[in-house]
């Protein structure tokens, strides 16, 4: 099984808020992003909640221009996010959605532009938006990368063991990116502050594990 994280170009998005306008901020806000190489299959959408109550995603084949408006298409209606929206107990959430989430008429193999659509009806928060969106696809092993403009027709039917087995192995090496941030975020936390062009006499790095971060000791 390999996974691939589908590149993607962020074409617009309405994030800006009018704090003056109380109303605005029960406005839903959106943001269009555009698949490098599309059409392409997609298998997963992974991304870190920032006090977003509800999301939409709609799917178009083209994307939107000031000729025309784009034709969208649910594939995931109204999913909620937290469990009370003036509540910030689930606010910043990590989630994955997968192809079983999507909605049944949805065409994953064939995906061009896709639109998150973000509701926060609560007017305790200022802004609310999703981060560290990520999206991927899904082949079996063996299988050539696609070129831009093909689709796969092999890859795994939603619900069947090889998609299951997907969702797993998404699900876990999303978790050990995850585990590699905050590790990451420790180490710079823990680390002593340096200045730029300090002598480092007396300093053993050590690489810790395979990250790629080096943790220097000072021997005093």
Known sequence: MSVTELPFTIL?????????????RQRPIHMDILFKSAPVH???????????????IL?????????????????VSDLQLMADPHCEDDAQDQHELFERHFAASFKSHEVTCLRFVLLQPSPLWKEHALKGLRCFSVAPRGLKPLAAGESRVEAPVAGSPDSQLAETFVAELLNLAQLAQQISRTFAELGPSRSRGSADR????????EWDDLYTLINE
């Open 59 to 75: 799917h178009a084949t083209s994307p939107p221009s000031s000729s025309g408006a784009a034709s969208w298409t649910p594939v």
């Open 42 to 56: 997609l298998h997963a959408i992974a991304f870190e909640n920032y006090y977003t109550a509800n999301l939409t």
């Open 202 to 209: 007396g300093a053993a790095q050590y690489c810790v594990g």
């Open 12 to 24: 617009s998005s309405s994030s800006k808020t009018d704090h003056a306008d109380p109303t605005s």
